[in-house]
């Protein structure tokens, strides 16, 4: 099974467009986070949410907007998207000393 | 959390030891030595970690010298499943929000 899922895995849009990425983790654990990785290869984090709750929030624009429904899902949304938000998303989660991620999701705006 | 150096890539022959260096002279007393890898095209993974004593999983090998200052990730056998980029990152245990300051990494490539 699984242990981070995120879909869908590849998603080519229209700029301007909106468009949502799901992740889910069958591990357990309280913390989740969206982490970015650009063409340049360097992996930046995005959000944290513990609990439902956000806790790491690294100027990321408003267009994107986390959302998560419970503990075992932490969804990401992406409004009016722009050339520049083509990258890999991973999805992870995590006890204290481990983090997993998620396979990505390959994003291109087009 | 402190920042790591380590060189951009390095090449291993298959069934040899992988020797991957890491020079973290600014660590504090209390930030981890962590490493994980990610395979082209897949999520990074979670290698291991350590303060400062020495640490071996079913993995890797992970030798702290004294001064804290430096490590090295042992792959005791590379295989050509072990091509990858190597991440050395030291942070806080304490931190539970897990945010992890990603470098460039090292490229190591595995040849037959």
């Known amino acids: 099974d699984t242990a981070v899922s995120q879909t869908p895995k590849y998603l080519v849009t229209q700029m301007g467009n909106d468009k949502s990425i799901k992740c889910e983790q069958n591990?357990?654990?309280?913390?989740m986070y969206w982490y970015k990785q650009d063409s340049k290869k360097f992996l930046k984090i995005m959000f944290s949410y513990n609990n439902k709750e956000l806790i790491i929030n690294e100027t990321v624009p408003n267009r994107f907007s986390p959302k998560s429904p419970d503990k075992a899902h932490l969804n990401l949304h992406i409004n009016s998207l722009e050339l520049g938000d083509s990258a890999v998303y991973f999805c992870?989660?995590?006890?204290?000393?481990?983090?997993?991620f998620g396979e990505g999701s390959w994003l291109t705006v087009v | 959390d402190a920042k790591t150096t380590q060189p951009t890539s390095m090449d291993c022959a298959e069934g040899r030891a992988a020797n991957l260096p890491c020079n973290h002279s600014t660590i504090s007393g209390n930030e981890y030595v962590y490493w994980y890898r990610q395979i082209h095209s897949q999520g990074p993974q979670y290698i291991i970690h350590?303060?400062?004593n020495n640490e071996t999983n079913e993995m890797a090998s992970l030798i702290i010298t004294e001064d804290r200052k430096s490590s090295t990730l042992i792959l005791p056998h590379a295989t050509l499943r072990d091509t990858a980029v190597y991440y050395c990152?030291?942070?806080?245990?304490?931190?539970?929000?897990?945010?992890?300051?990603f470098g460039a990494g090292t490229q190591v490539v595995v040849t037959p």
């Open positions: 350590g303060l400062k």
């Open positions: 992870a989660s995590s006890r204290i000393n481990t983090i997993y």
């Open positions: 591990l357990g654990h309280d913390t």
């Open positions: 990152i030291v942070r806080v245990e304490a931190d539970s929000w897990g945010k992890l300051q």
